[in-house]
């Protein structure tokens, strides 16, 4: 197994509501995410999938002193409206090659804006600083809150397509959470979704299809195959 | 942006009621309505208030008010600036020292200014310390409140950047609510005027509101209203630098 490949093991989440009553979300959950591959958590909205990223990410937990970090990218877009993109992207880090910064700038396709404000532009601009933010600090893995699904359809695509090569060619893991079947198997090297709800296992499909079929319609629908009527109606959220 | 637009739409039509109420009052109290003695005609207000400068000493005592003033509301602004992280601690986990004063806020400060005025009077120290205290209680009111409005993605980013928590409150909390907890301080600097004039009034020996004081005990209306819209218009000139000054530098949007 590569060591980069992280391990989740018995992670539970519950909360309390109003009444004082628990609410169990999932329980005793245990999944792989690879290194190089998008896995992607798949689940109707409401159904616990940012719980399951905030968990997996150690959110809301001291972590003081981790030299690897688990970074997480939220549903808005998380640059900072008071700093540009350059200060955004070194938020955290005291000092880094500039090279490194440049490679990155470029990866993303935010080169030549620098020096420009995340507020002025649109929701996939914000997204790529975010995501430039999370590559510069060489995490053990990101986790992506569906913050890409409001996105129109071309921008949509471009922004799979870095997700992808991000997670091939720097190896690092990505976790992604969606609630649209179609964006899953997109994005994905493998999907994963709960087996009820509240959940106590994570079914996991992998999506065996080549690079061009990805956004082949008429493959997509094949693709259904891999779940039962029931499995897509229960995990679709009617977003076929 | 939007924002920005409506402000300033705001702000002009604002501008523009004022200037159209001193037309009216400037026409029909000194052109129109010349044979009524209630209302004090323009002319008669420019003439007094040359009095208040040459009889009442207006400058000395709007010297004096302002030296307490604003270093006060500056100092108050330090304190917060300084101590942000500890403010910001106790306001996240200890709300309940916030809300063991809030009885307070049911005495008026008008209590606290006749209370200060007994024990410590005629004591310029005793109200520079006054002021300060009430405008760090508003700024801290105003903090509170703001800290309500901040967006928790902000704050998951920042955790999920392995941030100690101090620095998730100096770098992300507290940059990310400055707009909205110092687009409120032109309306703290307007409540401490009323505070300190309302403070020197019943003192009777300082400043504004001792001048205020004199023209009231010898019933002169025409002081009275004079030195009213001169103070107006000097709030408003200082709350429009206020607003310049906060737009610039702590407005990113």
Same mark, same amino acid.
């Given at each position: 197994?590569?060591?980069?490949?992280?391990?989740?093991?018995?992670?539970?989440?519950?909360?309390?509501?109003?009444?004082?009553?628990?609410?169990?979300?999932?329980?005793?959950?245990?999944? #792989?995410?690879?290194?190089?591959?998008? +896995? $992607?958590?798949?689940?109707?909205?409401?159904?616990?999938? $940012?719980?399951?990223?905030?968990?997996?990410?150690?959110?809301?937990?001291?972590?003081?002193?981790?030299?690897?970090?688990?970074?997480?990218?939220?549903?808005?877009?998380?640059?900072?409206?008071?700093?540009?993109?350059? &200060?955004?992207?070194?938020?955290?880090?005291?000092?880094? =090659?500039?090279?490194?910064?440049?490679?990155?700038?470029?990866?993303?396709?935010? =080169?030549?804006?620098?020096?420009?404000?995340?507020?002025?532009?649109?929701?996939?601009?914000?997204?790529?600083?975010?995501?430039?933010?999370?590559?510069?600090?060489?995490?053990?893995?990101?986790?992506? =809150?569906?913050?890409?699904?409001?996105?129109?359809?071309?921008?949509?695509?471009?922004?799979?397509?870095?997700?992808?090569?991000?997670?091939? &060619?720097?190896?690092?893991?990505?976790?992604? !959470?969606?609630?649209?079947?179609?964006?899953?198997?997109?994005?994905?090297?493998?999907?994963?979704?709960?087996?009820?709800?509240?959940?106590?296992?994570?079914?996991?499909?992998?999506?065996?299809?080549?690079?061009?079929?990805?956004?082949? =319609?008429?493959? @997509? @629908?094949?693709?259904?195959?891999?779940?039962? +009527?029931?499995?897509?109606?229960?995990?679709?959220?009617?977003?076929? | 942006?939007?924002?920005?637009?409506?402000?300033?739409?705001?702000?002009?039509?604002?501008?523009?009621?004022?200037?159209?109420?001193? *037309?009216?009052?400037?026409?029909?109290?000194? @052109?129109?309505?010349?044979?009524?003695?209630?209302?004090?005609?323009?002319?008669?207000?420019?003439? +007094?208030?040359?009095?208040?400068? +040459?009889?009442?000493? *207006?400058?000395?005592? *709007?010297?004096?008010?302002?030296?307490?003033?604003?270093?006060?509301?500056?100092?108050?602004?330090?304190?917060?600036?300084?101590?942000?992280?500890?403010?910001?601690?106790?306001?996240? #986990?200890?709300?309940?020292?916030?809300?063991?004063? !809030?009885?307070?806020?049911?005495?008026?400060?008008?209590?606290?200014?006749?209370?200060?005025?007994?024990?410590?009077?005629?004591?310029?120290?005793?109200?520079?310390?006054?002021?300060?205290?009430?405008?760090?209680?508003?700024?801290?009111?105003?903090?509170?409140?703001?800290?309500?409005?901040?967006?928790?993605?902000?704050?998951?980013?920042?955790?999920?950047?392995?941030?100690? #928590?101090?620095?998730?409150?100096?770098?992300?909390?507290?940059?990310?609510? %400055?707009?909205?907890?110092?687009?409120?301080?032109? %309306?703290?600097?307007?409540?401490?005027?009323?505070?300190?004039?309302?403070?020197?009034?019943?003192?009777?020996?300082?400043?504004?509101?001792?001048?205020?004081?004199?023209?009231?005990?010898? #019933?002169?209306?025409?002081?009275?209203?004079?030195?009213?819209?001169?103070?107006?218009?000097?709030?408003?000139?200082?709350?429009?630098? *206020?607003?310049?000054?906060?737009?610039?530098?702590?407005?990113?949007?």
């Amino acid at each position: 197994m590569n060591n980069k490949n992280i391990k989740i093991e018995s992670i539970s989440k519950n909360y309390s509501d109003l009444s004082g009553h628990t609410i169990q979300i999932f329980e005793n959950i245990s999944f #792989n995410i690879e290194a190089g591959k998008v +896995t $992607t958590i798949l689940a109707p909205v409401g159904k616990g999938k $940012t719980s399951l990223l905030k968990s997996v990410a150690n959110i809301g937990k001291i972590k003081n002193g981790l030299n690897k970090k688990r970074i997480y990218i939220p549903k808005e877009p998380s640059s900072f409206p008071w700093l540009n993109v350059r &200060e955004n992207i070194l938020f955290n880090l005291d000092k880094t =090659d500039e090279s490194i910064f440049k490679n990155i700038i470029k990866y993303v396709g935010l =080169d030549g804006y620098e020096d420009h404000y995340p507020n002025n532009y649109s929701f996939g601009f914000r997204f790529r600083i975010s995501f430039a933010r999370a590559i510069i600090n060489n995490p053990e893995l990101i986790l992506i =809150d569906e913050s890409i699904s409001v996105l129109p359809l071309q921008r949509k695509f471009e922004l799979y397509e870095l997700i992808r090569k991000v997670a091939s &060619e720097m190896e690092i893991p990505i976790f992604y !959470s969606t609630s649209s079947l179609s964006e899953a198997i997109r994005i994905s090297d493998k999907i994963l979704y709960f087996n009820q709800f509240p959940a106590n296992k994570i079914i996991g499909k992998p999506i065996l299809i080549d690079e061009e079929s990805r956004i082949d =319609d008429s493959e @997509f @629908f094949e693709i259904q195959n891999f779940f039962t +009527t029931d499995e897509v109606l229960l995990i679709s959220n009617s977003s076929i | 942006m939007n924002s920005n637009k409506t402000k300033e739409v705001k702000t002009l039509s604002k501008s523009n009621i004022t200037i159209f109420f001193i *037309l009216i009052y400037l026409v029909l109290f000194e @052109f129109a309505w010349v044979n009524q003695s209630s209302i004090p005609k323009p002319s008669m207000l420019l003439e +007094t208030f040359a009095s208040l400068i +040459t009889e009442y000493n *207006l400058l000395n005592g *709007l010297f004096e008010t302002t030296a307490i003033l604003f270093p006060a509301i500056f100092l108050a602004i330090l304190i917060i600036e300084f101590f942000i992280r500890i403010f910001l601690n106790i306001i996240l #986990n200890f709300n309940g020292i916030i809300n063991i004063s !809030s009885p307070f806020k049911y005495f008026s400060f008008f209590f606290f200014a006749l209370l200060f005025n007994v024990i410590f009077p005629n004591s310029l120290l005793a109200e520079f310390v006054f002021i300060t205290f009430l405008v760090l209680g508003n700024l801290i009111t105003t903090l509170s409140d703001a800290s309500n409005s901040i967006s928790k993605e902000y704050i998951e980013s920042a955790e999920s950047l392995v941030l100690s #928590n101090g620095k998730i409150l100096s770098k992300v909390f507290w940059k990310s609510i %400055k707009p909205n907890y110092y687009g409120k301080l032109v %309306k703290i600097h307007t409540n401490a005027w009323l505070a300190v004039i309302v403070y020197e009034f019943i003192g009777a020996v300082n400043g504004v509101g001792a001048i205020y004081k004199l023209a009231f005990d010898y #019933n002169d209306l025409f002081a009275i209203i004079s030195l009213g819209i001169f103070i107006a218009i000097l709030i408003l000139a200082v709350n429009s630098i *206020l607003d310049f000054v906060i737009s610039k530098l702590v407005f990113w949007e």
